[in-house]
């Protein structure tokens, strides 16, 4: 508890001196104002979580959290949860969805055991494993407080190796077959929406097996009882391993002045829990991808930020983030190669 406490109390606001002075300079580049769009706002925003009008994001990582869950006893996902060891297996070989893009923007992949259901044999894959998966929501709480808490200082702890090799900006993924279904419950629980309105088929779970699924996040609710102002609490009781190992990796991007860039639906679920924990920690967040999962909007619109891509996409593994990081290269590079009015020597209007 003591790792959280101090993280959180490092995290501060925006510096708004730095903000000022990028929009300045962005307004004065050889183009007409506001005509790049949110690449310009791409801008301003790491000018404000870094405190420089120049800011970089050329050592890239995604931090990948595996944690299995209980529920997939009551059958809410498509493929057995033996799945999550082989995807977290094959992430190390560098063979998954994330990995691939990963290659492609140039970023390392950092695969973390929080939760995984079983012996994990792979030196690449970093040890930090709490419980053996969690426990099955619809029958009792997925975990203890404590564990709740070890769970997110997991992340703070990984996020913190990773910026002290001199990462400048993370993404964060999971693997953790059923997730959708934790997922579901911790928005219903933030949110007050009805379970039916926000759970979806995940990774590809038949339709005739939805309405068993919506009724697990029902009930996972109904026999916990989640206190909807006390984020822990709901972490503890209907959430996840690895969607507590996301919410660390936020508050320690903020508390280190790092941007972190979100994935899809069960990565936004996470940053809500890292929201409620405190506030400050969303002007640090970059949302990637509109998930084509059914709550994704619900909770984007939740946590108040708009992502910046629709291409139908629902893998996660921080898929979403790692095809993010070209829009904001793109977006620095036109900070750091284009010239302003003055230096072309051209009047502006």
């Known amino acids: 508890m003591q790792l959280l406490k101090e993280t959180i109390k490092k995290i501060e606001p925006l510096n708004k001196e730095a903000m000022k002075k990028s929009k300045e300079r962005v307004d004065s580049l050889v183009k007409p104002i506001g005509s790049l769009g949110k690449l310009e706002e791409i801008v301003v925003k790491l000018a404000g979580i870094t405190g420089n009008i120049y800011p970089k994001a050329d050592n890239k990582a995604v931090i990948v959290m595996a944690g299995d869950h209980g529920v997939c006893e009551e059958g809410v996902a498509a493929a057995p949860k033996e799945v999550t060891l082989k995807q977290a297996i094959g992430m190390t070989q560098g063979v998954t969805g994330v990995c691939a893009m990963a290659k492609q923007t140039n970023s390392d992949v950092v695969v973390v055991d929080v939760g995984i259901n079983g012996k994990v044999n792979n030196e690449s894959i970093i040890n930090k494993k709490i ?96 206190k909807n102002d006390d984020p822990i609490d709901i972490l503890a009781k209907v959430g996840g391993l690895e969607i507590g190992g996301m919410t660390g990796i936020m508050l320690a991007g903020a ?95």
Request: net charge negative; charged share 20%.
């Open 131 to 226: 419980k053996h998966g969690t426990n099955n929501i619809t029958k009792g709480p997925a975990m203890t407080r404590n564990e709740a808490i070890k769970s997110i200082e997991v992340g703070i702890t990984i996020a913190n190796e990773e910026i002290n090799k001199g990462k400048n900006i993370l993404t964060t993924g999971e693997i953790g077959i059923g997730n959708t279904t934790p997922s579901a419950a911790i928005l219903s629980s933030l949110s007050g929406i009805e379970p039916k309105e926000i759970t979806w088929v995940g990774a590809n779970l038949p339709m005739d097996r939805l309405e068993n699924k919506i009724n697990c996040v029902r009930t996972a609710i109904e026999i916990n009882e989640p």
């Open 255 to 349: 508390a280190n002045r790092i941007p972190i860039v979100l994935d899809g639906f069960i990565c936004t679920v996470a940053a809500l829990i890292a929201y409620n924990i405190e506030p400050k920690v969303k002007d640090y967040l970059i949302s990637s991808h509109s998930s084509m999962e059914k709550g994704a909007k619900y909770a984007s619109d939740l946590l108040g930020l708009k992502p910046m891509l629709d291409m139908n996409m629902r893998l996660g593994e921080g898929s979403g983030g790692v095809l993010a990081f070209n829009i904001i290269d793109a977006a620095l590079s036109m900070n750091n190669e284009m010239i302003t009015f003055d230096e072309a020597g051209i009047k502006a209007i």
